[in-house]
């Protein structure tokens, strides 16, 4: 059963600690995204990975660290330095650069 | 000015009519273009893509690309009540690894 899954579904932080998402994918593609979506404003790239061990950052990537040690993982850390973290927090992958992007379930971030 | 614009809704028809989902761009080096579905409380998942101008159809589904006037659409006919679902229309240049998404659109099906 290909796909991707992000784990947990909902997650709840304190202020000032950090925390990690994970993603995983087993369609054995190349290329991994972290998007945030908040209400009102659609998907914003976090960070992206086209090959292991290579990462870029995206329009949105302060406050947050990623890493791409193998090629079905791309976990995603919260920093405490992200100043407004409560969102709802998507991976995707792709084939790769050009082609289209599918996406997991989600995991929901709550900062008390 | 935003690169995508879309109307966020919400919308709301009876079932079977015909839907018709919108979005403008303003970077006339999209050259690709999606169509997303989310569910509420889940990931999105793709409905349409294409890279041409005209149209592409799935079953129900009709995307059109007019890059002349940098406007694209979605249409679904028979709509049905589990058509009710936020859309995002999503673009990106050639080699370009990141996609530019609208604001999502949310539609309700009225049975």
């Known amino acids: 059963d290909g796909g991707i899954t992000q784990s947990p579904k909902y997650l709840f932080r304190k202020e000032g600690q950090n925390v990690t998402l994970s993603c995983e994918q087993n369609l054995n593609h190349d290329a991994m995204y972290w998007y945030r979506q908040d209400p009102g404003q659609g998907l914003r790239l976090i960070y992206y990975s086209q090959i292991v061990n290579d990462f870029q950052k995206g329009d949105i990537a302060e406050g947050y660290s990623v890493s791409r040690e193998k090629k079905e993982s791309f976990p995603l850390t919260v920093t405490s330095a992200q100043k407004n973290p409560t969102a709802f927090y998507l991976c995707a992958s792709s084939i790769a650069v050009d082609n289209e992007q599918f996406f997991g379930p989600g995991t929901r971030l709550t900062v008390l | 000015q935003k690169e995508v614009e879309q109307d966020p809704g919400p919308l709301s028809v009876p079932e079977g009519a015909i839907v018709s989902l919108n979005c403008t761009y303003s970077n006339s080096a999209f050259q690709y273009f999606m169509w997303y579905r989310q569910y509420s409380r889940k990931g999105p998942e793709l409905l349409m893509y294409t890279y041409s101008s005209g149209n592409k159809e799935d079953g129900r589904f009709t995307a059109q690309v007019d890059k002349s ?43």
């Open chain 2, 69 to 111: 006037s940098k406007y694209i659409s979605l249409f679904i006919r028979d709509s049905q009540p589990s058509d009710s679902a936020t859309y995002l229309c999503a673009m990106a240049n050639f080699g370009n690894e990141k996609l530019t998404f609208g604001t999502g659109t949310r539609l309700t099906i009225i049975p």
